[in-house]
């Protein structure tokens, strides 16, 4: 099983940003994923998650509205698109399949002018 996060960056803020995680070794559509992310000096945050199958998503408060979770089965790969970034969204990214559970080495995201 791995996880491969990419697509982080330097945004202004305001702006949007798509991070994917790349899964291999297992079929992701069979499994729910989790996003989350931690801040520098902080713990980290659960931000929201997609189910199996039929890919249903939950998002914590502080991301709802701005943040959605997606899912191409024919890349294997879970996506996490971002918008209305504010500086406060800066940290590593992570996805993670919680049955393990096995996580992502991480993407940064910076949000700053």
């Known amino acids: 099983v791995q996880l491969v996060e990419s697509g982080g960056g330097l945004v202004q803020p305001g702006g949007s940003l798509r991070l994917s995680c790349a899964a291999s070794?297992?079929?992701?559509?069979?499994?729910?994923m989790n996003w989350y992310r931690q801040a520098p000096g902080k713990e980290r945050e659960f931000l929201g998650y997609i189910t199996p199958g039929s890919g249903s998503t939950n998002y914590a408060d502080s991301v709802k509205g701005r943040f959605t979770i997606s899912r191409d089965n024919a890349k294997n790969t879970v996506y996490l698109q971002m918008s209305s970034l504010k500086p406060e969204d800066t940290a590593v990214y992570y996805c993670?399949?919680?049955?393990?559970?096995?996580w992502g080495q991480g993407t940064q995201v910076t949000v700053s002018l």
């Open positions: 993670q399949r919680p049955r393990g559970p096995y």
């Open positions: 070794g297992f079929t992701a559509s069979n499994y729910g």
